[in-house]
């Protein structure tokens, strides 16, 4: 099996699950409204108030994603499993770990199309301007979601198929996303603010390193976690 | 599966069960007989009075609960590497007893917060991260709970197990950066010698407790796996069934 072989598997599991996912619309439509509906219960919790709201904008952006993101990663497997179709991906010859990078490609693409509107919808509600060094952000976003999705793909390999599903995802995914959501939701704020004290740095390197270490891991394990 | 190492009949297990009442018997004087030690011969502290006995407790619990997630981890790769069923159960009496002791240090924290600090919780680097780590493991247990094939269930909780004790030095840090607080952690070296001796003993007490708890528990889970493939064999007519 050379490289250039598993990576036209990882290319067909993309493909698959993103044309499932662009001829039926139900997950993006689903989860965009849930991302939206957050960020409004986010405003009537906060009140009316604009200085709090902009204040608070990068933690209730994050969690809208992360609420409403979680619920793309189960629906990413039970597709599978509602036809009987895990079983056949898992008997084609060839690594695990392709199906895992294409499913975590396809939910990454799903959850960022989600964030491109989700976010200009929060900047809107929460009335934020967008500072002179906007790119950095975008670069932030993608990161953290980098982050989200590696472990979210690799939870959601079991819950998706454990009793009570919908409770478990969250309840594994979340502690373990506690240093994705501080340095995104710290690294935009200080960017948001003109990052003053230069600190976006830090925590930008910190999702970095995140990131790679739990994809490295996430790839290892896949395979204990895919076969049983 | 891998129980047929346990073979299951009533004189052992009856011979088990007393030896370890008599282990936590020995187990419990000792931890009675050094927390009695130090609380008699420490004088009030300066700032905290007798409030600063829950030292005794909570740090022991703190430093305990590490060399628990510690069994975890190696127990954890041990499975994965191995395949053996053992080193599952060990790392969910490890996790269980992990939980316990995490639960212990944040419940003996804020009692002893609320007085010397004046508040129950401040959002501090080391509370908080005892905290995230409180529920990593509560999911890892919970994940059990959720999982009734015992093989997968093992395959399952060694990954998460060990991508959680990955995430523990991160957490840390993310939090540290994000807040900090708490008083330079009790240590030999930070103390009254008056106190040293009495912190020593404790945490050698309650690592014995730990470890009598991850005993306990194991072998426990050994016995009701035992007892499941048992169920398994009455239940298929005593043939063996598919995994004989």
Known sequence: MTWRDEWRR???????????????????????????????????????????????????????????????????YQLELDGGALESLLLYPGSRWAIYVGKLIANLVFVLIVEAIVIPVALVLYQVALPPGWPALIGVTVLGTVGFVTLGTFYAAMSSRSRAREVLLPLLLFPMLIPVLLSAVEASTSLLGGDPMLEAGAWVRLLGAFDIIFLVASLLAFEYVIEV | MGVGTVELSVAPARARRSTGMLIGLGVFLLLAATQAYSISISTPDRDMGHLQKIMYVHVPAAWNMMIAYFIVAIASLR??????????????????TGALMTGLTLALGMIWGKPTWGIWWTWDARLTSTAVLFFIYVGYLILRAFVDDPDRRAQWSAAVGLLGALNVPIVYMSVRWWRTLHQVQSSPSTLDPNYTLSLRINAIAIMIVVLFFIRHRYQTMQLEAAADAM??????????????
């Open chain 2, 79 to 96: 499975y994965l590497w191995k395949g053996r069923e053992k080193d599952d159960l060990l790392a969910a009496a490890a996790a269980e």
């Open chain 2, 231 to 244: 169920h398994e064999r009455i239940a298929l007519g005593d043939r063996g069934g598919i995994n004989a």
């Open chain 1, 10 to 76: 990882v290319q067909a599991i993309v493909w698959k699950d993103l044309t499932t996912e662009r001829r039926s619309k139900a997950g993006i439509n689903a989860v965009v409204f849930m991302g939206v509906l957050i960020l409004l219960l986010f405003g009537f919790a906060l009140g009316p108030d604009t200085e709090a709201l902009r204040a608070a904008a990068a933690g209730a952006l994050w969690l809208a994603i992360l609420f409403s993101g979680v619920l793309a990663f189960n629906r990413s």
